[in-house]
C-alpha cells in the first residue's frame, strides 16, 4: 500500500490538552466525552482512549451501535447512548453494560424487563425536555416517571438529565429559562426525596459560561476537540484562561505542479482565469473527500506555511491552489485545515465560508479520510 494521498491527522496531545483544561474549570463536576458521530470525525475508538486517560470519567454516543463498537474494541468505561432505545435494542444495554436515555415509561419498563432477564439492572438517566424540542418527558411529567421507575425491579434511575438548545449565543435567557424548568423539577423531586445521583445539563457552552448548569457532571462534545461552540463561548473561554486546542488537521499531497500562463483558465465553466503567470497546484482533494464544493473561491490552503488561495471551481476529487513562486514538487504536502508553519485555516474559517458550523465542518472531513493519529505526547503537562 503507498502513503495515502489525503488524510486528516488527530493530535492526541490537544485532545488530552483539552480534557485537562476543560477540568480545570468544571470544577467538581465529572467531565463525560461526547464522542458521537465518529468522534465529531476524530475517531471514536482512539479518542475514547486518550480522553479517559486523561481524565474523562464517562463516554457519550448518539446511538447503540456506536456504544457496541466501543465495547468491542475494549473500551469498558461507561458510555451513555443518547438515542432512547426502540424495542430490537434493548438487549444490547443489558449485554453490553450501557446506560439508556429514556424518557417513557413503556420504554423503561421493557428495559426492565430486558435488564430482569439478564439479572442485571439497567442505568437509566432520564431525559426531561425543557426547551429544547427533541427527546425527553415534558418537566411536568418527570417527578410522576421517576415515582413509578425508582423501585422497578431491572431498572437503576441512575440519572437525570436535560439539554440546553442556546447556550452559545450572546443572550442566555432562554438557557436560564431552561435551567430553570430543570431546577423545579430537581426540587420536586429533592422533596420526595427521589433526586436521582446523578444530573447533568451542560453541553460544551454551558460548561463554559453557565456555571449553575454543570450539576454533578457536563457532557462536552466540540470543545475536547479544541473548537468552541461559537464566538461568544471562544470569548468567555478566553477570559477563563481556558486555551483549547484544535485536534484535527486535513492534509493532501500535491499531485502535479504546472506553469501556467496569464489568462489560462481553471476547472470546470472556467470561472477563474489566471491573471499572471503562475504555478498551479493540483491537490488530490475534492468535495468527495469533505472539501465542501461551495468553498470554491473562497477558501485557501497552506503551502509552505503560506496561505494560497484555491482557484477554480473545486471538483470532486482535485482542486487547483496557486503556489505563486513558492517552490513546491508532486508529493510536497499541503494543509487545507489545521496549522503549519506560523499559518493555521480552522473549521471556524471554513463554517464561515460555508454558513455552517465548525462542528459540521470536523465530521465531514474527519468521517471521509483515512485518519493518522499522532499519539505521541499525550501524557505530556499541558
Ligand atoms: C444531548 C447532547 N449533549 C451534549 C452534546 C455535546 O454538545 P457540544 O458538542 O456542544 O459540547 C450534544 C451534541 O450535540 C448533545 O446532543
Redesign the pocket.
Known sequence: MSEPLHWVEIDHGALAHNVRALRQILGGAELWA?I?AQA?GHGPVETARTVLNAGASGL?V?VVDEAVELRAAGVDAPILV?TPPLPDQLDAYAVHDLIAAVADDATARALAAAGARRGRPIPVHLKVDTG?GRLGVLPEQAVALVEAWHDLEGLQLAGI?T?MAAA?EEDLTSAREQLARFGAVLSALDRRGLRPPVVHAA???G?IVLPESRYTMA??????YGIA?SPVVAARAAQLGLELRPALAFRARIVATRRLPAGWPISYGSTYVTPTETTVATLPVGYADGLSRSLSHKMYALVRGHKRPIIGRICMNHCMVDVGDLPVRPGDVVTLLGADGGGAITAEDWALALGTIP?EIVCMVGSRNPRRHLLSATTAAS
Do not use: E, Q, T
Open positions: 461526547v458521537k465529531y457519550i448518539a443518547l429544547m438529565f439539554h452559545d453541553n460544551s457552552a460548561a457532557r462536552v462534545g466540540v470543545a475536547l461552540p462542528y
